[in-house]
C-alpha cells in the first residue's frame, strides 16, 4: 500500500482582500467582525465565512 491521505499543509487563510472591510461606526460591522476573530482563532472557518456574508449583506439591504 503506497496511499498517502495526510492532510497536514499549512492552513491557508483567507486572502485579505476577500475579506469585507467593517465600517466604521457601523455596530452591526464591530460585533460580526468580532465574532468572525473569535472563529479565525478556533479555525472555524465556515463561521468566518458567515461573518464575511453578513458583513457584506446587511449593508446592501441597507443602501435600497
Ligand atoms: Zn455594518
Not at 4 to 25: H, Q, R, Y
Not at 26 to 49: I, N, Q
Not at 50 to 58: A, G, K, L, P, Q
Request: net charge negative; glycine share 4%; aromatic share 0%.
Amino acid at each position: 500500500m503506497d496511499v498517502k491521505t495526510t492532510m497536514t499543509g499549512p492552513v491557508d487563510l483567507p486572502l485579505p482582500l476577500l475579506e469585507p472591510v467593517p465600517v466604521a461606526g457601523c455596530d452591526v460591522c464591530e460585533v460580526l467582525a468580532r465574532d468572525r476573530e473569535t472563529a479565525r482563532r478556533c479555525g472555524d472557518l465556515s463561521k468566518v465565512t458567515d461573518c464575511n456574508v453578513e458583513i457584506r449583506s446587511h449593508h446592501q439591504e441597507v443602501a435600497s
